[in-house]
């Protein structure tokens, strides 16, 4: 089972990690929940239905990463007219992230959280290594957490697409991109492997 997710009786997922590999993880969480920010300010009314109607923010994020994590709805595809059409595409972009974002962002600092507290909880199993067990909640989590931050590693790194990353994978070791690229390899492994432990 080193390094790779497989299915527990019953449901979700169990992996052994080195203690490498929990720090690398925890720490590309944490860095992940920093990226994406506190959630909105409480309402100082003590209203606890505040959080539910507040409204999120209409401009896409300035950051690319955020910007591959929170895509616009309605984004210009290639060769769409521009013009009116183009401005009522931006509109609605606006008013669905303006209603969205706020969610999406605690979706994914809730499963960043769950990998961050799930490795807290690991007891060594020797060797100063741990064996990660999931519940099938968790299982979900960590695959969304794992998603997010291979579309986080893939950002900086400037992969849009297959050939992008294709070209990263043949690096040499001096390159200063090659851990970043070694950490969105290992990632989409366990991605892959998290996935196919909850097919049923």
Do not use: C
């Not at 931006?90 to 769950?114: I, Q």
């Not at 043949?170 to 196919?196: C, F, I, N």
Request: glycine fraction near 10%.
């Amino acid at each position: 089972m080193p390094g790779t997710f497989e299915p527990l009786p019953g449901g979700g997922a169990a992996v052994a990690l080195d203690v490498v590999e929990i720090s690398i993880i925890r720490s590309l969480a944490v860095q992940l929940m920093e990226l994406i920010g506190p959630g909105p300010a409480e309402d100082s009314s003590g209203d606890p239905l505040a959080d539910l109607f507040a409204e999120g923010p209409s401009e896409p994020p300035s950051d690319p990463v955020l910007r591959r994590l929170f895509p616009d709805a309605y984004g210009d595809p290639e060769g769409a007219p521009q013009g009116k059409e183009a401005e009522q595409r931006r509109a609605y972009s606006a008013e669905f992230r303006r209603y969205t974002e706020n969610d999406l962002r605690a979706g994914k600092r809730d499963s960043a959280l769950t990998v961050i507290r799930s490795l807290d909880a690991l007891a060594p199993a020797g060797e100063g290594g741990a064996v990660l067990e999931l519940s099938p909640d968790e299982s979900r989590q960590w695959l969304g957490a794992l998603n997010d931050l291979r579309l986080a590693i893939g950002s900086r790194l400037e992969i849009n697409d297959e050939d992008d990353s294709d070209l990263l994978f043949h690096l040499p070791d001096e390159d200063p991109r090659k851990p970043m690229v070694m950490a969105y390899l290992w990632l989409g492994g366990l991605q892959e492997t998290l996935v196919s432990s909850l097919m049923p």
